[in-house]
């Protein structure tokens, strides 16, 4: 038997600065803040992210939170979904 759960993210709310509320299919909330991880890994591709009017501008595409038309920056759901800030 496959007991692989299946997560749904459903909605994303921005709290400030570089932090983001993900609310899952099961009632699951988690606050996650991806300041840390913008700053402490520069990359040309999602630099442009730092600044936060383009920060804000993030979406649910395909069951991940992503950023940028290509997905410019995107993260495991699996560890959002257990609360692991990237």
Do not use: C
Request: aromatic share 16%.
């Amino acid at each position: 038997m496959n007991t692989t759960k299946v997560i749904r993210l459903i909605n994303a709310t921005w709290l400030g600065e570089y932090r983001i509320e993900l609310q899952f299919d099961d009632d699951v909330v988690r606050q996650i803040d991806f300041g840390k991880f913008l700053h402490n890994h520069p990359h040309p591709q999602h630099d442009k992210y730092r600044k936060l009017s383009n920060f804000r501008k993030f979406k649910i595409e395909r069951n991940n939170i992503v950023w940028g038309k290509h997905w410019d920056l995107e993260f495991d759901l699996w560890k959002l979904y257990q609360g692991i800030s990237p």
